[in-house]
């Protein structure tokens, strides 16, 4: 053994993984939107690690992050399968971002509760190239290589689901301004103001409610401002009466929390451009809702 050569390998494998965590969990949540399918994934890495013949590798992070990014496109094809038979609309599950707001990238960006959802109509590979590129910023070369195709293919990649973004997605506006049109959006939304909710709303703004078939949840997207505002007052009266409402923050934006009798009831948020609110995701679905409560602390 040469000096200064680590004299337990396995610790240095740990330190090497330890350190590199946070990035895998960011990596596969961003490509999966689950943080259970996330978790997994990061487990079956390690797993991986641990068999690996460490000596051949010269950046242990690098290598971590490709391991990461295969097993979560793999994971994420067969996931869209088990999606096709999921019962009403699907959304991410949230994740608390209080503490690593950017949850181990570079950039905040493919975070958002709304860009991971329209993510999801991206293929996996295409969704993966974006992922690394735009949220933790990796060379184009190196993407290439991490998602084995040729760095011209890789610039494609990136280039196509932006395009989809950027048709999906109005101008953005800014945190302050999002928490506001929150606000008066709730405050509306438990009074059934038909003429406040016009204002706040865009045009062809949808309602997505993940229930996962419990009762009572919407199983088909609400469409159109005029639809939105109606199903919002109707169920006013009957929902917010008997709730409690906590200002959180899940995705790195605002989001409010609401209870029954002290149990979570669903995670709001929106999603705001400056044309006003183009989304609005309602999380009712308990196995996506409950860790989220637990990670709050509450």
């Keep these: 053994m040469h000096a200064g050569a680590p004299r ?43 068999s690996t013949d460490r000596t051949k590798v010269q950046e242990p992070t690098a290598f971590l992050a490709t391991v990461t990014t295969r097993l979560a496109i793999n994971l994420a094809q067969s996931a869209r399968v088990r999606r096709e038979t999921y019962v009403g609309p699907w959304l991410p599950e949230p994740v608390d971002t209080r503490q690593d707001p950017q949850l181990g990238a570079e950039r905040a960006e493919a975070l958002e509760t709304a860009v991971l959802l329209l993510l999801e109509k991206l293929n996996p590979v295409e969704r993966a190239a974006y992922v690394l590129r735009e949220a933790f910023d990796y060379p184009y070369g190196l993407v290439a290589g991490m998602l084995e195709t040729s760095e011209a293919n890789a ?28 606000e008066v959006f ?31 949840a919407s199983r088909i997207p609400v469409v159109g401002r005029t639809h939105v505002t109606r199903y919002l007052a109707a169920f006013a009266p009957r929902f917010w009466p008997s709730t409690d409402v906590r200002w959180v923050e899940a995705n790195g934006r605002p989001a409010v929390l609401v209870s029954s009798e002290g149990n979570a009831v669903t995670l709001l948020s929106v999603d705001v451009s400056t044309e006003g609110i183009d989304r609005i995701m309602w999380v009712m679905n308990p196995e996506k809702l409950s860790p989220y409560v637990a990670a709050l602390g509450t």
């Design 186 to 216: 709730l405050s509306a939304a438990q009074t059934g103001d038909l003429s406040t909710l016009e204002e706040v709303l865009t045009a062809d703004v949808v309602s997505y409610t993940d229930g996962g078939g419990i009762r009572g």
């Design 8 to 50: 337990d390998p396995l610790a240095q494998a740990t330190r090497d993984f330890v350190s590199a965590r946070p990035r895998l969990f960011g990596v596969a949540y961003r490509i999966l939107g689950s943080a259970a399918e996330a978790e997994d994934v990061v487990q079956e890495t390690w797993l991986r690690w641990q």
């Design 155 to 182: 610039r494609q990649l990136v280039s196509r689901a932006r395009k989809h973004l950027a048709t999906e997605r109005r101008e953005r506006v800014s945190p302050a301004a999002h928490r506001r049109l929150l």
